[in-house]
Nanobody, 125 residues
Framework: QEQPVESGGTSVRPGESLRLSCAVSERLYSTTCMAWFRQVPGKDREGVAM????????SYADSVKGRFTVSQDNAKNTVYLQMSGLKPEDTGTYYCAADKRAGDTWFHSSAYNSWGPGTQVTVFS
């Protein structure tokens, strides 16, 4: 499929861990970079982490550095977001974005041409 497909979202307690997956077509996987965004109602979509699948380069939002890790599986055309030490403020719908336009800033949602439907992550006490 051309559209990314996310999976793995669920409800967890603070401090727990969760791994999200994003599967894409081989064509999308081989484009420049892919990213994870999250969004809560009433707020803009926030860039969380980015990985450039050819170079293996990663970037993270300050709010998740040291807690989240983005990785890739070339055999499965899949990108993962490993989240640990989850906090209530990590709650949101997590989206996978692909096909980043070269030169655009990675954490701007307008930089990507292809989006998944999202997966919900809820962190509650």
């Amino acid at each position: 499929q051309e559209q990314p497909v996310e999976s793995g979202g669920t409800s967890v307690r603070p401090g727990e861990s969760l791994r999200l997956s994003c599967a894409v077509s081989e064509r999308l996987y081989s484009t420049t970079c892919m990213a994870w965004f999250r969004q809560v109602p009433g707020k803009d979509r926030e860039g969380v982490a980015m990985i450039c699948t050819r170079a293996g380069v990663t970037s993270y939002a300050d709010s998740v550095k040291g807690r989240f890790t983005v990785s890739q599986d070339n055999a499965k055309n899949t990108v993962y977001l490993q989240m640990s030490g989850l906090k209530p403020e990590d709650t949101g719908t997590y989206y996978c974005a692909a096909d980043k336009r070269a030169g655009d800033t990675w954490f701007h949602s307008s930089a990507y041409n292809s989006w998944g439907p999202g997966t919900q992550v809820t962190v509650f006490s």
